[in-house]
């Protein structure tokens, strides 16, 4: 079965750091892109991040550039979000996704079940 | 960024009713357009992707149409398991980006 598990998430004080995982199984996990996406709660889906297959490339959105690196372990099937310099605006549910990659588009499945970050004092 | 912008934000419909919910983008497209449900709690799971393909386990009664800046997502007879919320995303360019999301409640 295809599997995403994210864990890392957590209340954390503004300023302060977290690291998200996103363990994959089911899957070989070095062929494919990988994002990370979040939802305010009761808002709608962002994108945060991605990675390519080998983790030679990265992209982030502007209001987390510069604060949150994205990177992966393809020997240890493991995605990464470190997260520094928090905001109370990062508070969301953090989900990992694979991209599917194919000449009529991209598109992400499957998702991780998410994983909850907190900033506030 | 292309911007997505779903109508109706919310929608109220009866089992084994008809339901569209439309997504517009800010430019052409093409059928870079995915759709994904989710329901409270859950992760969005993929239901059509490349504007009118139907994913794999997906019921027969979702269905997808649409190019350039004008989508539509429909489901032929409401289920109640079809209660949720329903987000386009657009794969034409990055940033990647979705509609704010309709809710399809319970009348």
């Known amino acids: 079965e295809v599997q995403l598990v994210e864990s890392g998430g957590g209340q954390v004080q503004p300023g302060g750091t977290l690291r998200l995982s996103c363990a994959a199984s089911?899957?070989?996990?070095?062929?494919?892109?990988m994002y990370w996406v979040r939802q305010v709660p009761g808002k709608g889906l962002v994108w945060v991040s991605h990675?390519?297959?080998?983790?030679?490339?990265?992209t982030y959105a502007d209001s987390v550039k510069g604060r949150f690196t994205i990177s992966r372990d393809n020997a240890k099937n493991t995605l990464y979000l470190q997260m520094n310099s928090l905001r109370g605006e990062d508070t969301a549910m953090y989900y990992c996704?694979?991209?599917?990659?194919?000449?009529?588009?991209?598109?992400?499945?499957?998702w991780g079940q998410g994983t909850l970050v907190t900033v506030s004092s | 960024d292309i911007q997505m912008t779903q109508s109706p934000s919310s929608l109220s419909a009866s089992v084994g009713a008809r339901v569209t919910i439309t997504c517009r983008a800010s430019?052409?497209?093409?059928?870079?357009l995915n759709w994904y449900q989710q329901k409270p709690g859950k992760a969005p799971n993929l239901l059509i992707h490349?504007?009118?393909i139907l994913q794999n386990g997906v019921p027969s009664r979702f269905s997808g149409s649409g190019s350039g800046t004008d989508f539509t997502l429909t489901i032929s007879s409401l289920q109640t398991e079809d209660f949720a919320t329903y987000y386009c995303?657009?794969?034409?360019?990055?940033?990647?980006?979705f509609g704010q999301g309709t809710r399809l409640e319970i009348e």
């Open positions: 996704a694979r991209e599917i990659p194919d000449y009529r588009g991209n598109w992400f499945d499957p």
């Open positions: 430019q052409n497209i093409i059928t870079y």
């Open positions: 089911g899957f070989t996990f070095s062929n494919y892109w």
């Open positions: 995303q657009q794969s034409y360019s990055t940033p990647l980006t």
């Open positions: 490349a504007a009118s």
């Open positions: 990675i390519n297959n080998d983790g030679t490339s990265t």
